[in-house]
Every structure is written in structure tokens, then in C-alpha cells.
């Protein structure tokens, strides 16, 4: 079998759907400034897909020092893996400060948050080693846990029971096999916006041996009283033995980092692939990085903006009749029921008649005839914003339940 006529066949779950997405479902192109408006196909749309929680993507501040710094240093430098001829003050420095930030000895700076959260978990592992891990863990934790050799246990999505359970067998299995048992989880999951149970897991310490990893990319910058993270929301952060964040998020930029302790952080400095082996963050963006942590730490009122505004639209909407799940942070999903046909065809009404823009999520991403309107609040949206989508929500709703959106195929446009 040829490898591009077999892909030539089977284009992926959502590749088979390439031609009549493309451009508008998939792939779309948001233009101008990042915030609340921007240009979707010539036409500016209130939009709330994207994850710049604090309003920081197109803060003047922000844009300066990045400016700045471009001007200042290019984006070449520097040149090289950390180790070998790519090092600076400035990766060091940022470091330091993520290290207060989120309360941690340590910190590592990563070239993407996925890739930080692959090559540490393939690092910290062997395979006398157990990783149990929740079960609707983001796909960089998924593909982390698949590069380990030895046994693995998944636990029910925040069942702290089950979570019990599998800990009972990996602590059996580490027993045998002379190895340690590293627990993954998320602080916030992207999906349905709900916390993870992470003052119960830090709880299971006194009866079992674990580690603690936590992905916490949509809680830093968005949880806890300093923005240090979804640990200090719950008052655990000591717990947390290895914290990842990401800067795609609220920080409004590249990257990602991993702090813990001191002897653990250098051992990924000197141990973890995909460090060692490639180029390291590019200068313009660790001070980009610096400038923004800088705002997070001397402007709380972003946060509490953000949270004003997650605030009106979470409640706004369950007065209004929708099911927003079980979210506590400010991910807000709208569950609605229709199938996929319905999904597009609302989809496309709201963006072409009520100019709203946001993800929509289908299977076999989740079951089958159900579809979940995905809004991402910001620091920079208004009420005035959450009034008009929570109205226009009301209608498209009353659509759909009167079948005003069935059609046989997937409409396009
Ligand atoms: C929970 C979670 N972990 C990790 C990542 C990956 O981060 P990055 O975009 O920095 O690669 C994301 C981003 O999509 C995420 O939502």
C-alpha cells in the first residue's frame, strides 16, 4: 500500500470534510486587531473564540515592547538549543519571574506548550514508571502518556473515586516494577470549563506515593487571587509537583513553560528532547513575555474584568434558559441538541445575519446530536457585547428547536 493513496482515501475525521469547511468552518480567518471585533470575509463580527483571557493581544503596552523588541534583537536571535549557544539574560530573567509567579523553585521556558508538555512527560518518565491520567485530558498530555513505555491507568474525567481506584493498581505495579507513579491532570479543561479536582487529588498524598502534573493553560493568568494559577484558586499549589502554563492563552503570545522544584527543572534542562534538540524561543518573544507578565502581575483589574464579564454572560445565559454545564472558570460551553446538518446551518446564521463569531463543537468530538456553542470571555469584551449574544442566542435557540435549521446536507456558503 502507498502511503499518499492510502491518505489520498481516508483524509481524517475532520479532513473528510476539508472541502465544503475550508475557509469558513475550518480554517477561517479572523483579520484586523485581536479582540472582541474583528473582520471575518470583509464583515466585522463580535467574536469570542479566542483565548486572549486578559485582553493582553493588542494592549499598547504590549504592542510596544513587542515592537521593541523585533526592532531591538530580530528573530533570530539568539542562535541554537539553549544548552549548546542558545541562552540570554532575558530567557533567564523570565524564567525567575514565572517561578514567583506561580510559586515554584524553578522554571523551564518551551518553545509551544504542547510540545513543553509531550517531551516533559516522555522525560520524567521510564517504563518501571505508572502514569495515571484523567480521562478527557488535553490531546499534548494524550500524546505524552503515548510516548511512555510503561504502564499507564486513566481515570474517569474528575472522579476522584476512580482516580483512587487507579492509583490502588499503579501503586501494585510500581511496587513490582520498582517505579514511581505520576499522576496527570488539567487545572482548567478547555472544553466544558470545568476545574480540575485538584485539592482532592493533592488530599490522596497522604495515602498514596504520586507526583502531581498539572496542565494549567487556560488557568494561568485567569485563576487564583494573583492570576498564579488554578493550585492557588484552590488553595494547593504547593501540591502541584510539576506545573505546565502556556503563553498561547492569556499571555497572548508563544510559548509555554514547566516550574518545579529546583533538581527537577534542571534535570529537564539537561534531559528533555525537545529542548536539547532545537532552537530556543526567540528573543523579541521572552521579552514580549516579560512585558506581559509584568501587566498580569501590576493589573489585577484584567482579571477582574475578565471575570465581571464571565460573570454577566454564565449567568446571563442560565437565566436566559441554557445549559452551560458544569463550568467554574470562564470556558463557557452552550449545550444545545440538533445534529450536524443543524449545527452548520445555525452556525452560519449566526455569523451571517447576528455577525457573532464563535467555535462550534460537534462529533465526534462529543456524542452524537450534540452540539456546543463554545464562548471565550475576555478582559476587553463589554456587557453591551454579552447582552446582544445572550438575545441573539435566544433567537437562533427558537430556530432550532423549530426545526428551522434541518436540512439534508451541510449547507455551504
Ligand atoms: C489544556 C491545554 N494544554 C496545552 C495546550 C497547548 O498549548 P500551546 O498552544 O502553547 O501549544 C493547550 C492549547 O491548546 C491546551 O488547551
New binding site residues.
Given amino acids: 500500500m502507498d502511503i499518499f493513496e492510502k491518505i489520498k482515501n481516508n483524509r481524517g475525521p475532520i479532513g473528510q470534510h476539508a472541502k465544503e469547511s475550508h475557509g469558513y468552518f475550518t480554517f477561517p480567518k479572523l483579520e484586523g486587531d485581536i479582540g472582541p471585533h474583528m473582520i471575518f470575509r470583509g464583515r466585522k463580527r463580535l467574536n469570542w473564540s479566542l483565548?486572549n483571557y486578559l485582553g493582553l493581544a493588542n494592549h499598547p503596552e504590549v504592542r510596544k515592547a513587542d515592537t521593541d523588541a523585533a526592532a531591538e534583537f530580530g528573530f533570530a536571535s539568539p542562535m541554537g538549543a539553549r544548552m549548546m549557544s542558545g541562552n540570554s539574560n532575558y530567557h533567564e530573567q523570565l524564567e525567575n519571574e514565572l517561578s514567583a509567579f506561580v510559586g515554584k523553585e524553578d522554571t523551564i521556558l518551551c518553545n509551544?506548550?504542547?510540545?513543553?508538555?509531550v517531551s516533559s512527560i516522555d522525560c520524567l518518565v521510564d517504563r518501571r514508571d505508572v502514569i495515571v491520567y484523567d480521562a478527557e485530558?488535553?490531546?499534548?498530555?494524550l500524546d505524552g502518556v503515548r510516548l511512555h513505555m510503561g504502564k499507564r491507568y486513566v481515570f474517569k474525567h474528575n472522579d476522584i473515586e476512580d482516580c483512587e481506584k487507579q492509583l490502588e493498581r499503579a501503586t501494585k505495579l510500581a511496587e513490582e516494577t520498582g517505579g514511581g507513579i505520576m499522576l496527570i491532570t488539567?487545572?482548567?479543561?478547555?472544553m466544558r470549563g470545568d476545574q480540575g479536582i485538584l485539592k482532592e487529588i493533592v488530599a490522596l498524598k497522604s495515602k498514596f506515593d504520586f507526583r502531581l502534573y498539572v496542565?494549567?493553560?487556560?488557568g494561568i493568568g485567569t485563576m487564583g487571587n494573583n492570576g498564579g494559577g488554578t493550585g492557588v484558586e484552590q488553595g494547593c499549589q504547593d501540591g502541584i509537583d510539576i506545573y505546565?502554563g502556556?503563553?498561547?492563552?492569556s499571555f497572548a503570545l508563544?510559548?509555554?513553560f514547566i516550574s518545579s522544584d529546583e533538581q527537577v527543572v534542571e534535570y529537564l534542562r539537561y534531559n528533555m528532547r525537545s529542548q536539547i534538540f532545537a532552537k530556543s524561543l526567540p528573543l523579541p518573544l521572552v521579552v514580549g513575555a516579560l512585558k506581559r507578565l509584568e501587566l498580569m502581575r501590576n493589573h489585577p483589574e484584567y482579571k477582574e474584568k475578565l471575570w465581571e464579564i464571565t460573570r454577566a454572560l454564565q449567568s446571563g445565559l442560565v437565566k436566559a434558559g441554557f445549559d452551560i454545564g458544569v463550568t467554574n472558570s470562564p470556558v463557557t460551553p452552550v449545550y444545545m441538541n440538533g445534529s450536524i446538518p443543524e449545527a452548520t446551518n445555525l452556525i452560519i446564521d449566526l455569523r451571517e445575519n447576528y455577525d457573532i463569531f464563535c467555535s462550534m463543537v460537534v462529533y465526534p468530538v462529543v456524542p452524537k446530536g450534540m452540539i456546543i456553542l463554545r464562548l471565550i470571555p475576555t478582559a476587553v469584551h463589554t456587557i453591551e457585547d454579552v447582552n446582544y449574544t445572550i438575545e441573539s442566542f435566544s433567537k437562533i435557540v427558537d430556530k432550532l428547536k423549530s426545526g428551522q435549521y434541518m436540512a439534508d446536507k451541510i449547507a455551504s456558503v
Fill in positions: 483565548n509551544f506548550g504542547y510540545q513543553a508538555t485530558s488535553h490531546a499534548c498530555i488539567e487545572g482548567v479543561f478547555g496542565d494549567d493553560a487556560h505546565f502556556t503563553f498561547a492563552k508563544i510559548g509555554g
